[in-house]
């Protein structure tokens, strides 16, 4: 951590191989060191976007895009289905997925991009 007490963040590319790997890799790092100590980040990669736009414009996006997936999937078998009535689940459950239909959505434009059509 600095002097002033903010997180120190560097992000660096570097090519890489291990013993099990026939080639060389190129890897990408985000290093980050903050209060609660140090917090690296690797991606092993293929492609040629700068190392900057590949972590945050892409890895980030990702992470984000499965926490959503994540609360969804606590959200249909967590509470939502917490009612002493079988019948009463039965019927949560179908109306939760629709419900959440659309942020799934939003979350595979947020992976793939937008939806291109021809013409």
Same mark, same amino acid.
């Given at each position: ?6 997180? *120190?963040? =560097? ?5 890489? =191989?291990?013993? =099990? ?12 060191? /903050? &209060? *609660? /100590? &140090?917090? %690296? ?8 976007? %700068? ?5 945050? /414009?892409?890895?980030? @996006? ?21 009612? @002493? ?8 459950? #179908?109306?939760?997925?629709?419900? *959440?239909? #659309?942020? @799934? /959505? ?7 991009? #937008?939806?291109?059509? #021809?013409?």
């Amino acid at each position: 951590m600095s002097r002033d007490g903010t997180k *120190q963040r =560097a992000v660096c590319e570097f090519r890489y =191989a291990t013993d =099990a790997w026939n080639i060389e890799r190129r890897l990408v790092t985000r290093l980050e060191f /903050g &209060a *609660q /100590g &140090a917090n %690296p980040r690797f991606i092993v990669t293929h492609l040629s976007l %700068p190392a900057d736009e590949l972590y945050a /414009g892409l890895f980030c @996006q990702r992470g984000e895009a499965l926490n959503r997936i994540k609360e969804t999937q606590l959200d249909l078998f967590g509470t939502h289905a917490s009612s @002493q009535k079988r019948l009463a689940n039965w019927l949560r459950i #179908p109306i939760l997925f629709v419900s *959440q239909a #659309p942020s @799934q /959505g939003q979350i595979d434009r947020s992976i793939r991009g #937008p939806v291109k059509y #021809p013409g």
